[in-house]
């Protein structure tokens, strides 16, 4: 049985000089690989040089994740195709996206940061299309204005992925509809009524499309909440799918392993 944690950050590890024990925690469960994420300029050198030393155990992506939009992030912007002509590639663009919970208390500082993110949303995405890559997508309380702005950058919807999803059923049937799909953490696995929504989600949304992840070092799965996450972990989330959609933990791991390699073009 073999999983792929399909989004994880590892710059905390990798800081702390815990990135091997952590992969060698991750297969002794059964996950072989796992993608690393991109959220600031600061850890696209780090990625690429941790996937080098890891070929086919680490794969990472670029991109200036909302909360990271500062004044400067444009210059990120210019730096960012480089890293697509080297060797290796990123497998995506992302995380990128809209943030409208860490906004600032004052409306006006409000209005300004979200037209910020907006702004480094829409040329993302152009650069997505240009590329021709998958996109990685974080929203937070901003789906409708995420959706409205892929729509409008005419990205191939059957390259986006909602990360960490934490929406309903009409939201994830409107990316299935446009082609996209979500990607579901440990927050399925939690005894809550916001977790009940997003496990209608997933069923709504199906296993064709279905791709799972940490969010490491965030959001850890029952039964170890309450410790840091790690990629180890993913194999908890995707049993308990395994439950939710009744079938045995095995054909799980093949379909969302399948549904990874495929949508990140990963290699066999």
Not at 85 to 98: F, N, Q, S
Not at 142 to 158: M, T, Y
Not at 182 to 190: E, H, L
Not at 240 to 246: D, E, M, N, V
Request: proline share 6%; net charge negative; glycine share 8%.
């Amino acid at each position: 049985m073999e999983w792929i944690d399909s989004h994880c950050h590892l710059e905390k590890a990798l800081r702390a000089g815990r990135v091997a024990a952590l992969l060698e925690r991750a297969r002794d469960r059964g996950v072989a690989e796992v993608i690393t994420i991109g959220t600031s300029l600061k850890d696209w050198e780090p990625y690429r040089a941790l996937a080098q030393k890891y070929p086919g155990r680490v794969h990472w992506t670029v991109g200036i994740h909302p909360c990271s939009v500062d004044d400067g992030w444009q210059d990120a912007l210019k730096a960012i195709p480089s890293f697509f002509a080297t060797e290796p590639r990123p497998v995506a663009l992302g995380e990128i996206g809209l943030d409208h919970f860490h906004l600032p208390k004052f409306p006006d500082e409000a209005a300004e940061v979200k037209a910020r993110q907006a702004a480094a949303f829409r040329a993302q995405l152009e650069l997505a299309y240009q590329l021709e890559c998958p996109v990685v997508v974080h929203s937070r309380g901003a789906f409708e204005p995420c959706v409205r702005l892929i729509d409008e950058s005419g990205v191939n919807w059957s390259r986006v992925v909602f990360h960490c999803f934490t929406e309903g059923p009409e939201e994830v049937a409107a990316l299935n509809e446009r082609g996209g799909r979500a990607s579901f953490t440990g927050i399925v696995t939690y005894k809550n009524m916001s977790a009940e929504g997003l496990r209608a989600a997933a069923l709504r949304q199906g296993t064709v499309a279905l791709m799972v992840e940490t969010d490491a070092p965030y959001l850890t799965p029952e039964p170890h909440r309450g410790q840091p996450n790690e990629p180890a972990f993913v194999r908890e989330t995707g049993e308990f799918l395994a439950g939710l959609f009744g079938m045995v933990p095995e054909e799980l791991a093949r379909l969302t392993t399948a549904n990874t390699r495929a949508f990140f073009g990963l290699e066999q």
